[in-house]
């Protein structure tokens, strides 16, 4: 692309359920519908929220991609999915979290095209699209679950206590089908994964919609047919990175994609890259291959899982690199015993028709999963990285392996294909977009537009193969100065790997009683939190103080929402996890800076390939983590603009490093200070203005 004027994107890829082509939407039309639905809605039309909408708007219409910081009460679900109504061609949105898909299925969108939706120029046609394993089958249901030996087993008979609910499951998918229902995991009757697995199948696992006799009722199937006549899919980060990256058709053709929560993207598409293995898998697999192989290849395969149970128990934890000699031999083993295996496999008949064989299908499934990691991980390839977990008592050793980079990948299959639009409210790490921008196979170098470096907005000195790319800031509607304090605590000693110190202990007992509870604490490990609330609860046992684990997450934010006397401590669940606007919650306590531990196999990886590379690694990996999950975490304090509290990091090196500029700057703009007095006095006065 050789020039910034709009451009008039490629024709559509010929399918029978394309949507019909629109006039692309203008800045003017964008903004009159924003503010229709705005009214419509009830809500207050926001600068930021306006600058969104034009922008998504203008880079679907040139094709160029758009990174936009969206703080938190900017109103960005309708900033971009206002300008994707109105465009051409059909868009995508994924979500990291179910919570946000669900917000955008149930409450977002059927809103929004109550209040719009028959305007003239408006397709207001959307579908929710998951994994397969999301949605009950029909034919589990029906047929029965195969056992390890591949055996159909039926729940009543062979699943004991779990029987009476896979029935209730059983039960709730008929009714479901009945009545046209959705089939989806969200819907379903309380259950664990165990009592989910017995009525759904994975997509290796699945028949087929030309080999399943249950195909038309397939509520799989349907939700594929029905995204296929939509303009909006509403999917996930893993379903788009399978599509887009690794190939697989899972979403009808598209045009652009929203990403919304873009910064989990990359750890989400490296989630959805990360195989596992361990041996009894492969035993399982072998199992279930005997009865259908007539040869001695399923017992190869039972042989070769003893050998790769003895090599994982031999070899170290953590990160191999290179691989072990022993283990290698023993993937390698695996490898071809599963390879055998597959081919001794029973062939369909060219033209045999008949149900496909069900336990066969799901025999095969694992034997191709098994098989595929194995290979994977015996090429041992310079693009992964393989370690082995330390295991448990519940858990045997097992082998991981993942992609040590995934920005070439999605440059690659995503970016070059796809208009794409990546929103959040913390892109902005260090105070610029890089840091991400890189992540997701984004050259800061190609950055175009206000804010680009030594570049105007032209794209005439770009190469041919660049993708450019615009990054926007529509700030915040919260005064983050006069709503928030950062209390970064100096004086206190750096953290130690014993966890919390005395000092800490005694600088989170004195702000806790100034804020007579409302606080919530992250902590950088289960060990540290629940030594803090130990502590607290002995210091200040007037309060209620809650501690992650006590109970489920909804029941501990319940409580902590209900009685302001509380406190509530834990991790990385209420890192990012906690939404408690309001009186509820006017501390924030960080226990330390929320590096990666410096024995984890991927981070360590990434960062010693940066350092390889020329660049700085700890900076570029380890702080970008710990800049992003700061920005999180300090992020639960202001929700709304009434809201006023202290975020307090009990970590002098925000203050005293080197690197603690480039943290501070990846923070909401609150005032600083390092004198405890003035935060406690602060959280006095608030805490008995809220009384």
């Not at 007992?509 to 919530?520: F, H, P, Y």
């Not at 992250?522 to 109970?551: D, I």
């Not at 834990?570 to 929320?594: A, F, H, K, S």
């Not at 983590?625 to 202290?646: E, N, Y």
Request: glycine share 8%; with cysteine; aromatic share 4%.
């Amino acid at each position: 692309m050789t020039t910034a004027e709009p451009v008039e994107s490629p024709p559509e890829k010929t399918t029978a359920s394309a949507p019909a082509r629109r006039p692309k939407a203008d800045a003017a039309a964008v903004k009159k519908l924003l503010a229709q639905a705005v009214t419509a809605l009830g809500g207050q039309q926001r600068d930021g929220q306006v600058a969104m909408a034009e922008a998504v708007a203008d880079a679907f219409g040139r094709r160029r991609h758009l990174l936009v910081q969206a703080g938190t009460g900017t109103g960005k679900s309708l900033g971009y999915l206002v300008p994707a109504l109105l465009h051409d061609r059909r868009v995508v949105i994924a979500t990291a979290t179910l919570a946000l898909q669900h917000q955008l299925v149930e409450r977002d969108l059927p809103r929004l095209v109550d209040a719009v939706g028959t305007t003239p120029g408006v397709d207001a046609k959307f579908a929710v699209l998951k994994g397969r394993s999301n949605y009950a089958c029909l034919h589990r249901v029906r047929e029965g679950a195969p056992d390890d030996q591949g055996e159909l087993i039926q729940a009543e008979e062979a699943l004991g206590a779990l029987g009476r609910k896979v029935l209730e499951l059983r039960e709730w998918a008929e009714r479901s089908s009945a009545d046209k229902g959705t089939g989806e995991r969200d819907d379903a009757p309380r259950h664990t994964e165990r009592e989910w697995r017995q009525v759904s199948v994975s997509a290796r696992e699945c028949l087929g919609a030309t080999r399943c006799q249950f195909a038309e009722e397939c509520f799989a199937e349907r939700a594929k047919e029905k995204a296929a006549k939509s303009h909006l899919i509403v999917t996930n980060h893993s379903l788009l990175a399978i599509d887009a990256i690794e190939g697989i058709p899972m979403i009808p053709d598209y045009d652009a994609v929203v990403i919304d929560e873009a910064h989990e993207l990359a750890a989400r598409v490296t989630q959805a890259a990360t195989d596992e293995l361990w041996a009894a898998e492969v035993e399982r697999a072998a199992r279930r291959s005997v009865r259908h192989v007539e040869g001695s290849e399923g017992d190869d395969l039972a042989d070769a899982a003893d050998a790769l149970r003895a090599a994982v128990a031999d070899a170290p934890a953590g990160r191999f690199d290179p691989l072990p000699e022993e283990l290698a031999d023993a993937l390698a083993l695996v490898r071809d015993a599963a390879r055998a295996c597959l081919s001794a496999f029973p062939r369909a008949k060219p033209g045999e028709a008949g149900e496909a064989d069900p336990a066969l299908a799901q025999a095969k499934a694992s034997l191709q999963e098994v098989f595929t990691t194995a290979e994977r991980m015996a090429a041992a390839s310079e693009g992964d990285v393989i370690w082995r977990t330390e295991g448990s008592d519940r858990m045997p050793p097992t082998l991981c392996v993942a992609p040590l980079q995934v920005w070439g990948p999605m440059r690659d299959r995503l970016l070059a294909d796809k208009t794409v639009v990546m929103t959040s409210a913390t892109l902005m790490l260090g105070g610029d977009f890089d840091s991400v921008a890189t992540s997701v196979g984004l050259k800061p170098s190609e950055r175009v537009g206000e804010g680009a470096r030594e570049r105007s907005s032209g794209l005439g000195d770009l190469p041919d193969d660049a993708q450019p790319w615009r990054g926007l800031d529509v700030g915040s509607p919260f005064d983050y100065r006069r709503q928030g304090i950062l209390y970064l605590a100096r004086h206190l000693p750096p953290p130690g790997r014993d966890g919390l110190g005395p000092a800490q202990l005694a600088e989170i007992t004195e702000l806790v009683d100034a804020a007579d509870g409302r606080t919530l604490g992250l902590f950088s490990s289960r060990r540290a939190a629940e030594a803090a609330a130990e502590h607290v609860r002995t210091a200040l046992p007037h309060l209620t103080t809650l501690a992650q684990g006590e109970a489920q997450l909804p029941e501990l934010a319940r409580q902590f929402v209900s009685d302001p006397h509380t406190c509530l401590f834990g991790t990385l669940g209420l890192w990012q996890g906690l939404d408690v606007p309001g009186d509820t919650c006017q501390l924030v306590l960080i226990d330390r800076i929320p590096f990666p531990r410096p024995d984890d196999p991927l981070m360590s990886a990434r960062q010693k390939a940066a350092d390889q590379a020329g660049g700085n690694g700890f900076l570029q990996v380890a702080g970008t983590h710990a800049a992003l999950l700061l920005a999180q975490g300090a992020g639960r304090l202001i929700r709304t603009t009434s809201d006023r509290g202290v975020v307090a990091v009990l970590d002098p090196r925000l203050a005293t490093a080197r690197y603690g500029g480039f943290l501070r700057a990846s923070l909401p703009p609150m005032w600083p200070t390092s004198d405890p007095a003035v935060v406690r006095a602060a959280l006095t006065r608030l805490a008995a203005g809220s009384s």
